[in-house]
């Protein structure tokens, strides 16, 4: 390993001052060169595993999270049958958009049904949302509520049937991930279809990240 003096080509008065480190292999010099992202004036270095060498990365959406702008809402409720639940979600006029992911699940038969733009009278009742990073006190934006008052449905964008002792799906981001348009509503509408006389449990959560377009 050595410091080599540095100078540009044909320079006038060569700098001895300037120094590059190099490391010695095989009789002859070669530079270190170190991958960094650190803004300027800081050194931010990316990382390799020690064994592997291969480069250390997350996923954008696990930096979200620990950036502590993922956010989780959801329930368990208990149907009878023809029984709805219905959610409303309300995004905020800023270009923070959601980019959220739901899954269902239900004991018995179930119908989904996923709705833009509902005429909502009545927001209905709030639900609280959780910030995933629970070190973070950002709060999210975009909004939760049951039992909202509506005059029509809106645009369906999705809708599914699940049968008796079958999980419904919703978990696959290429599949089910949806970037919500700003001060906008949406609806979930869950409706139980497991007979007479039956009780079927419906569990809903939604997982979503809120980053700015920029």
């Not at 639900?127 to 909004?143: C, G, H, K, V």
């Not at 509520?145 to 049937?161: E, F, V």
């Not at 979930?188 to 959560?205: D, E, F, K, P, Q």
Request: with cysteine.
């Amino acid at each position: 390993m050595a410091n080599v003096p540095y100078q540009s080509y044909k320079p006038a008065a060569p700098d001895p001052a300037t120094v590059i480190r190099t490391d010695t292999i095989a009789g002859a010099e070669y530079q270190y060169v170190k991958v960094d992202i650190g803004a300027a004036g800081a050194s931010v270095p990316l990382k390799a595993d020690g064994m592997t060498r291969a480069l250390v990365t997350i996923e954008y959406e696990h930096h979200e999270l620990h950036d502590g702008s993922m956010f989780r809402c959801g329930e368990e409720v208990a149907l009878a049958n023809a029984g709805t639940r219905v959610i409303h979600i309300l995004t905020p006029n800023t270009t923070k958009w959601a980019h959220l992911q739901y899954s269902i699940s239900n004991t018995m038969e179930a119908e989904f049904e996923w709705y833009e733009e509902p005429t909502v009278t009545g927001a209905g009742t709030p639900i609280p949302s959780y910030n995933r990073n629970r070190n973070s006190l950002t709060a999210a934006t975009t909004l939760f509520y049951h039992t909202p008052t509506t005059t029509a449905n809106g645009t369906l964008l999705a809708t599914r049937r699940e049968g008796v002792g079958k999980t419904a799906g919703g978990s696959a981001r290429g599949v089910s991930e949806w970037i919500l348009k700003q001060n906008t509503s949406y609806m979930i509408v869950l409706t139980s279809r497991g007979g007479a006389g039956t009780t079927n449990y419906v569990n809903w959560w939604c997982v979503w990240y809120e980053h700015a377009n920029i």
